[in-house]
T-cell receptor, first 117, second 114 residues
Framework: AQKVTQAQTEISVVEKEDVTLDCVYE???????LFWYKQPPSGELVFLIR??????QNEISGRYSWNFQKSTSSFNFTITASQVVDSAVYFC??????????????FGQGTRLTINP | DTGVSQDPRHKITKRGQNVTFRCDPI?????LYWYRQTLGQGPEFLTY????????KSRLLSDRFSAERPKGSFSTLEIQRTEQGDSAMYLC????????????FGPGTRLTVL
């Protein structure tokens, strides 16, 4: 069975601090995909990134960066120089190989991030 | 390019009543998913369609729940004889049916059962 664990329930930092959100996953699939979504107070899940299991390169997009390590089954998300607008609940998710029909997303419990001015 | 839309955004009903939610996916997307999210939890998969075919249902989807996607366009999720435990956010997402294309979510329908 697939499982995603986000051990940090809540994080609170002061604006401009860097913050890392942890994600650990479990799967027996050799091909799988990892995602991060942001859920602001409005409730809509906003897609941030997708990573496949064969691509372990880290990715940077502006103030956001992602560190994928298969050896530790982790896919961590770092926000550099955080801003108040980054306040939201962040979800890590996992899906299997679409060809096998296992497209459903398995989500972690989420990390509530609060950026204080 | 319009995103996924859901209607209504909020629904308050009394226990025992039937409710129906609608989801309109992104126009070129042929896969459509329903998830349920309770307070403080991540979304949980309920069911998905490829075109008009319902390909998978979670065990969370009791016999009081039914979903349809006629003609492979919009989808409806009906809950019969609602219970207080059905109170949750119901999320719809859509994607293209190729190797793990990304699921894009709608704003959700928040259901409160009194």
């Amino acid at each position: 069975a697939q499982k995603v664990t986000q051990a940090q329930t809540e994080i609170s930092v002061v604006e401009k601090e860097d913050v890392t959100l942890d994600c650990v996953y479990e799967t027996r699939d050799t091909t799988y995909y990892l995602f991060w979504y942001k859920q602001p107070p409005s409730g809509e899940l906003v897609f941030l990134i997708r990573r496949n299991s064969f691509d372990e390169q880290n990715e940077i997009s502006g103030r956001y960066s992602w560190n994928f390590q298969k050896s530790t089954s982790s896919f961590n998300f770092t926000i550099t120089a955080s801003q108040v607008v980054d306040s939201a609940v962040y979800f890590c998710a996992l899906s299997g190989d679409a060809i096998q029909g296992a497209q459903k997303l398995v989500f972690g419990q989420g990390t509530r991030l609060t950026i204080n001015p | 390019d319009t995103g996924v839309s859901q209607d209504p955004r909020h629904k308050i009903t009394k226990r025992g009543q039937n409710v129906t939610f609608r989801c309109d996916p992104i126009s070129e997307h042929n896969r459509l998913y329903w998830y349920r999210q309770t307070l403080g939890q991540g979304p949980e998969f309920l069911t998905y369609f490829q075109n008009e075919a319902q390909l998978e249902k979670s065990r969370l989807l009791s016999d009081r729940f039914s979903a349809e996607r006629p003609k492979g366009s919009f989808s409806t999720l009906e809950i019969q004889r609602t219970e207080q435990g059905d109170s949750a956010m119901y999320l719809c997402a859509s994607s293209l049916a190729r190797v793990s294309d990304t699921q894009y979510f709608g704003p959700g329908t928040r259901l409160t059962v009194l």
